[in-house]
């Protein structure tokens, strides 16, 4: 290189007028005015803008023959811009650079996409020249903000006396969570190593070792069908705790979450947290991740439904169910009967048996159930519950069956109804069941896993009697509607292990099976532990303001899980899979 | 937790004396003496004395059921130890515990393994029970060591505006290099992810993009035969820079090496590093990664022997040949006929027709070559090129060859024959050869990978008449005889590539199978970048003082590329195979 750059584009401005600079960059664009060529020069930092006049014969005849995307060095004076050619918007806006010298680094063929505008195209050509799409503004800003984001969070784990500990990427394939991505052992054929869904078994070792905290940010690996915003690899904050409680950990993350915003927007996050308990979220949202800023929360109407004579509901109700609803302000009159017809088909496809719909339209009360309830519906609107122009749609049902539909409904009415809202809404939630009961096998199931602490107080009252009302020590953290982080305080005393084990109806030989090294470790001085871990691409996404994590991923795969760039998974040779001792079986 | 820690064990010293304190760890060990109870509590951050006195009836009662790596917590005050009972080899050796509470918070059976000292154990006991050897006092400090690094080299980088950006792990597979890991993919069933065996492409397509400088402390994997000390998946520091020249990344590279020593290590490394030829260590050490400390430099003796009566050394040298060697100083008597003989076999084995061997002890002169070369070998003994009681091994032939044979040589010697040397010996080797002739395929290849820039000096002298004296812009850096990191300037300009694809003999075919979308992506303006990559768990082990990377990697595999612990690679299930597509074929 016979002209190496001296300063960055975008960190010029009015005070170094008069300095001569050597710049590297691409081309954004050149273009002629009046026998003049005015350029656009963009690097990581920015752009700035040249001027070559047709007096530097040599430059200018150099200048003539290049074009968008070429890479170029050019020498020159830092000028500042004539008065009605600054522009404002731009951080460089008020100088260019008078060129002297110029030196064609790289050509540039016509990009198959706009590199300097965001125009609609579609994924697949995006990604196939994912490169070319990474030199957007946006994309830089995106990936410029993760890297920022990583530093912040080692350093603050690092001074939290946290470890980073690598854990490997080949292991062992386990029968629990989702599905492997297997690798074929060639040393060993038959036998597959997979990549882990995330390192739980290692962190948990890791505290049996004694290294007290743990994180990494790992990369983890799931086989899913890729729909809505899933990748096959995604990153998390990964971390574990030694000789804590749940406070220490939830407290731990909040102080993460406050540089990490602060540092990244700016924004002060408030902490500590709100924290909901489950029961308050699923009766109050239904959802175990609520976004809490649109409001919607779900009404019990059942008290004053009580003696209707509306016989579906009041039977529900006698038999200990509910008549739950979410209240929609000042919208009724967006909701014709097609649009009605089509929550009701909604709510019919998420679970309900139909929906009831109450809305007062200019003084007219209209109702599914108007002429059966009559009375109800002047008592709930002489209580206020519902004011003019507001809609309410009603689920009747098993108290957790009602919650649940409501919750799709909401979800709904926020996509569709609200405006989308600025801001951050974070919140924990706590106090997660411990078990489930699986209907088809007739048992109970762990909610989280079975290595989850339950707490101590429930289980000594319910263990024995009835465990589905035995509360785990887990928490999650939600924002903007999104479950953000998971984790627990795990298991440490082999008594309860087993007993636990034994609940969910494990035989030794399951045990052994599916967790047979993490019991074998937990013979010998287990200290008791928890952590958690951190979705890190959504937290990125919604940091900065993305949908989409393929937005804050460098190179993402499609929802088929493929790259069209690179054109992974691909063909393998034969001779690939002879030395794996495997065959296709198409 | 009715004790949580106040304190930790390996942080109190005799300020703390008369401080009351919780502790939380594991027991180290635990006797009695003279009716009372001493034990050794150890946490992350170190050990610690406690004391249990009968008088405390209940907690006697319960330290007499504990034993080893037991958990507990421990409630008491810091004293002074008695004058007679001070431990100056241990940080808290001058106060101890005095227990008044306790807690057993988890028990833990006898160890299959030592915890509290090192012992010769398999090492596949060692890794089936990792999370019991890593309580060890040297894993733990190796870890550290590790962790601190990372950090470092991270905060490095950043500082230097490199932007860390992750790059995939489900990827494509190349037929170039190693071979690949393969990971099926179910969705598209007959088709195979690759592992990365390491980020290269991804990284230059980065730099296509604009991001100006990249790194990423990344896992690559390489499904090798596990000979030496190699891992199946390894760490490197990986990193790519636009518009730079070589001498840029060797600063920043050995900046680097400077903060990691002095921070580490208190090391003071010495900058610029020493800088060799390709030629120049091949010729002085028969390696192009030498470790300088133990001298052994090879001598060219064929001025001496031109005239030899020898035929088979002097017909040698009249075609161009060599007759070279190494003299070890002071260790003729060390060698017998037999050991002698060793040596000859070894030569042998690596690629020569004999070993000349001459050694002058108490005063006798001894050769191979006595009787033929009398004359010759006076000369040197007059020249003082072999002292007494010297050995010296010569070797005969092509010059390259003899390099070659006598590098394998001096290596051998270095490990038998030299006291082990401490401190570092940090050197770049550059300028190595562009192309290799490949005497099988009877055509030219590129040494390092065909993306390297060459000089562009040699290119333009040498291309057409004698391409194998064209020199590569790439550079290695060597630690104590490792090859410690790898790098190059890569070619940017189309006519260049594609000058060198042909001289390689590369069809467009090829061409496009192999490096399809590298040579699309570099159609739209890539900029003059280049980098280099580190190996991280060799630099760690080198620095740690451990002749194995298994001593720094938390969970590493045995030479057949299985964990004893997690049984990994195991079978998988019928289900899981046919979700594939995919059979065994054993």
């Known amino acids: 290189m016979k002209l190496k750059r001296t300063h960055k584009c975008g960190n010029l401005n009015s005070s170094n007028i008069g300095q001569e600079v050597i710049l590297n960059g691409w081309v954004e664009r050149i273009r002629d005015l009046g026998g003049i060529k005015f350029g656009l020069l963009r690097d990581i930092s920015g752009k700035v803008q040249f001027v070559i006049d047709p007096e530097n014969k040599e430059i200018y005849e150099i ?4 074009g968008n995307e070429y890479v170029i060095a050019i020498k020159g004076v830092v000028r500042k811009r004539p008065d009605d050619a600054i522009n404002k918007n731009m951080p460089t806006g008020e100088i260019e650079i008078d060129v002297n010298d110029m030196e064609v680094l790289s050509e540039s063929e016509t990009p198959p996409i706009y590199v300097n505008k965001d125009e609609e195209i579609s994924e697949n050509l995006r990604l196939k020249y994912r490169y070319l799409d990474l030199r957007k503004d946006r994309m830089k800003k995106n990936l410029v903000m993760r890297h920022k ?45 997979a990549l882990p869904q995330s390192p739980q078994l290692f962190k948990q070792l890791l505290m049996v070792s004694g290294f007290d905290r743990y994180f990494q940010i790992a990369r983890c690996f799931r086989d899913e069908d890729f729909r809505a915003d899933r990748q096959p690899e995604f990153s998390q904050i990964d971390f574990e705790m030694s000789f804590v409680e749940m406070d220490d950990i939830l407290t731990l993350t909040e102080g993460l979450l406050k540089k990490l915003f602060k540092e990244l927007l ?58 739950k609803g979410i209240v929609l302000s000042e919208k009724a009159d967006k909701f014709s009967r097609k649009r009605i017809d089509e929550y009701t088909e909604f709510a019919k496809s998420v679970g309900a048996g139909g929906l009831i719909w109450i809305k007062n339209e200019k003084g007219e009360v209209k109702s599914s159930i108007k002429k059966i309830a009559e009375n109800e519906i002047k008592n709930i609107f002489d209580k206020g519950l519902i004011k003019d122009n507001d809609i309410a749609f009603l689920i009747v049902g098993e108290n957790e069956e009602v919650n649940k539909i409501l919750g799709h409904i909401r979800v709904k009415l926020i996509k569709e109804e609200m405006e989308k809202k600025d801001g951050f809404d974070v919140l924990w939630v706590v106090d997660f069941p411990m078990f489930a009961w699986d209907e088809e096998e007739n048992r109970l199931v762990a909610e989280h896993h079975p290595f989850t602490m339950p707490k101590l107080d429930d289980f000594e009252k319910y263990a024995d009697s009835d465990p589905l009302k035995i509360r785990a020590q887990c928490y999650d953290l939600v924002i903007n509607g999104y479950e953000m982080a998971s984790g627990s305080i795990r298991i440490h005393r082999k008594d309860l292990q087993n007993k636990i084990f034994e609940m969910i109806g494990l035989s030794d030989e399951e045990i052994n099976e599916k967790f047979g090294f993490l ?21 990125i996404a919604v940091m900065a303001g993305e949908d989409s994590i393929k937005e804050v991923i460098a190179f993402p795969k499609t929802a088929s899980g493929s790259d069209p760039m690179t054109e992974a998974p691909s063909e393998v040779s034969e001779k690939q899979l002879n030395e794996l001792k495997i065959k296709l079986d198409l």
Chains 1, 2 share one sequence.
């Open 63 to 66: 200048a003539k023959t290049i």
């Open 149 to 193: 984001a990583l530093q912040i969070v080692r350093q603050y784990l690092s001074e939290n006396d946290f470890l980073e500990i690598e854990t490997p990427y080949l292991t062992k394939s386990t029968p629990e969570g989702a599905r492997d991505f297997l690798v074929p052992s060639r040393l060993k054929p038959g036998n597959f190593y």
């Open 266 to 323: 700016d924004y002060d996050l408030e902490t500590p947290l709100r924290r909901f308990t489950y029961d308050e979220v699923m009766n109050k949202y239904g959802s175990d991740k609520p976004d809490t800023r649109y409001g919607l929360e779900i009404n019990d109407f059942s008290e004053d439904f009580k003696e209707t004579k509306a016989d579906f509901i009041r039977k529900v109700i006698e038999n200990g169910g509910k008549i």
């Open 519 to 539: 019991i074998e470790a937990f013979k010998y001085g287990p200290p008791p532990h928890g952590g958690a871990a951190i979705g890190f691409d959504r937290l």
